[in-house]
């Protein structure tokens, strides 16, 4: 009788504990970390191993806790030694965490959008006269500076695909990266992006007014060129019109007295 008795204990007990687990799961799933810390804990010295797992996840990622990579493969050894094999697998996560630490720390703490910025591209700069005075020079010029306008044009084009931020780094060092170091990284990434963008936008702006300089001062040359070769043409007329209606002399011969 006693035998029963306690049987229906463990049961009742496992069912409690199943319980108080998909309470703790949920409060994760909800983000609410101290409640389900507590919880965990709770379940986790009891020996459960998924609140073991969960508990060494919290200390990895900083949820409800500060950030302990140590405390967090402490609880992922105890919950792998009693068979957890999600355990496993974050154990392998925290080895490569420590091998790629400096790829984390790069852009989260160095990344500076070097590459990325317009000199990646090495856009050609164009050589912007003060005016052109023929056709070959104006087709060179414009040549010139309309195939610097399609390089910038690229270099604006890579970073809108970018976007979000976050996006160019690459998925192995994400899925190695806790949630707050991941927006620390994005954060980074935006700022060094803006400042890509200002470099950029301010060379193009300088380019945009050589460029308008140099078609503004070209366009007035040849209209007063233009008007210089009209004027030549209607003086040659008149010379010809003068000449057409000179009147013809008659050559007296002058005797001799």
């Not at 890579?158 to 931020?165: D, E, H, K, V, Y």
């Not at 899925?175 to 193009?204: H, P, S, T, W």
């Not at 001062?217 to 009209?230: D, F, L």
Request: proline share 3%.
């Amino acid at each position: 009788m006693k035998k029963i008795a306690f049987s229906i204990f463990l049961l009742f007990s496992c069912a409690a504990y199943a319980d108080e687990l998909a309470d703790a799961n949920k409060l994760l799933e909800n983000k609410s970390y101290p409640q389900a810390l507590e919880l965990y804990k709770k379940l986790a010295q009891s020996g459960n191993a998924e609140a073991q797992f969960h508990l060494g996840e919290m200390h990895l990622y900083g949820e409800g806790v500060a950030i302990d990579a140590a405390r967090a493969e402490q609880w992922f050894a105890q919950a792998s030694k009693a068979g957890n094999k999600n355990a496993d697998a974050a154990l392998a996560l925290i080895a490569n965490r420590i091998k790629r630490k400096a790829d984390i720390d790069y852009y989260v703490n160095a990344y500076d959008g070097s590459d990325v910025a317009l000199s990646k591209f090495k856009c050609a700069a164009p050589t912007i006269p003060q005016l052109s005075k023929n056709k070959r020079q104006i087709k060179e010029v414009a040549g010139s500076v309309d195939a610097w306008m399609d390089c910038y044009n690229g270099f604006v084009s890579n970073l809108n695909s970018l976007q979000p931020s976050g996006k160019a780094i690459p998925s192995d060092i994400e899925a190695l990266m806790n949630e707050q170091e991941f927006e620390q990284a994005k954060k980074r990434m935006d700022a060094a992006y803006a400042r890509v963008i200002a470099e950029g936008q301010e060379q193009a702006m300088k380019i945009s007014a050589q460029r308008d300089a140099w078609y503004a001062s070209t366009e007035a040359y040849v209209v007063n060129e233009n008007k210089k070769v009209q004027t030549e043409n209607d003086m040659s007329e008149l010379e010809r019109s003068r000449n057409a209606n000179t009147p013809q002399w008659v050559t007296w011969a002058v005797p001799n007295k």
